[in-house]
Nanobody
Framework: QVQLVESGGGLVQPGGSLRLSCAAS????????MGWYRQAPGKQRESVAT???????NYGNSVKDRFTISRDNVKNTVYLQMNSLKPEDTAVYYC?????????WGQGTQVTVSL
């Protein structure tokens, strides 16, 4: 069974940085599109960044020039480097990956940006 496991969340001050990781297991195939979504309390889940197997990336407007998504296809792992963090980046961050016609989600990791 395919599973996605996130790590790297936590508490950081405004202007700080965090790096999230998400490893896929239970498959010998490369995940197609992998990405990160986030959901803040009382808000809808929104796309943060996505990356294809070939390395093409797409970012949400609110994180462009601050966040960088990357992946290691061999390890089936996707990363999200978050710099210049703002309080409005506070949310639960979810990893997602597509394999065939199926979308998989991680359990989420909390990111809190606060003094």
């Amino acid at each position: 069974q395919v599973q996605l496991v996130e790590s790297g969340g936590g508490l950081v001050q405004p202007g700080g940085s965090l790096r999230l990781s998400c490893a896929a297991s239970g498959t010998n195939f490369y995940m197609n599109i992998m990405g990160w979504y986030r959901q803040a309390p009382g808000k809808q889940r929104e796309s943060v960044a996505t990356i294809t197997t070939g390395g093409s990336t797409n970012y949400g407007n609110s994180v462009k020039d601050r966040f960088t998504i990357s992946r290691d296809n061999v390890k089936n792992t996707v990363y999200l480097q978050m710099n210049s963090l703002k309080p409005e980046d506070t949310a639960v961050y979810y990893c997602t990956g597509r394999l065939g016609n199926n979308n998989y989600w991680g359990q989420g990791t909390q990111v809190t940006v606060s003094l």
